[in-house]
């Protein structure tokens, strides 16, 4: 009986163990769940949302940034893996991308997760504004054209940009609803950027967009 009991005992250490460095490793970061019972009534974040150009240095909580990620492009029924923006044929071509301090990360949605890229700050090179710098967090919308099989060729590049849209106008609403600045962004040096992403032939990048508290205010 005691045997089988630390056996039991041993089991469950490793598979909390296991379960603890799959949330918190450096390279997979588990966002918490996002709070979707917050924010101000609609029309009223579409009466304060604007495009800022001064951020504060201060990084976002990361319940904060679960948030936003979720609100973006999370997925909000999971029966469907249905997304909070719309895509042509549910094609769900975009990535998006995130340059902070610590390093380049790509959002997961299924697993409302965080996938470390690169383990070093190119926030830089996310832009040709001197803001890119210093904001906390610095978005890379990619659109992947190999997920669009039921588009034709010449339109990829339309679609890609209105996907693009819907997520960006998305950002810009949580943003405003709760107090975040943010500016989407297309002066980037595209060539660069996707190199340093090591991103594929058939992978574009669209757009970029900051996003940070206020400079004014701080938090």
Sequence with gaps: MEKTFSFIMIILFLFVFCFVNLCF????????????DIGKPL????????????????KLPIQILSNLLWAAYGINRPESSGR???SAMNCQDIDIYLAMAD???????????????IPRDVR??????SFVKEAPI?????????????????EKEFFSGAHT??????????????????????????????????LREDQKITLSQT?????????
């Design 103 to 117: 390093g380049l990360f790509l959002y997961e949605p299924k697993e409302h997760a965080l996938k470390l890229i």
């Design 25 to 36: 490793s450096q390279d997979f970061i588990k966002l918490p769940k996002p709070q979707t």
């Design 124 to 129: 830089e090179l996310t832009g040709r504004q």
């Design 43 to 58: 029309m009223k974040v579409l009466k304060e949302r604007r495009s800022a150009r001064e951020f504060s240095q201060e």
């Design 165 to 198: 849209g819907f997520i960006a106008q998305n950002v810009y609403l949580f943003c405003a609803s709760e107090g975040l600045a943010t500016v989407v962004r297309a002066m980037i040096d595209r060539a660069a950027l996707s190199n340093v992403i090591n």
């Design 138 to 154: 610095n978005l890379i919308y990619v659109s992947n054209f190999a997920r669009m099989t039921r588009v034709r060729q010449e």
């Design 211 to 219: 996003v940070g508290y206020p400079k004014s205010k701080g938090r």
């Design 84 to 86: 909070t923006a719309p």
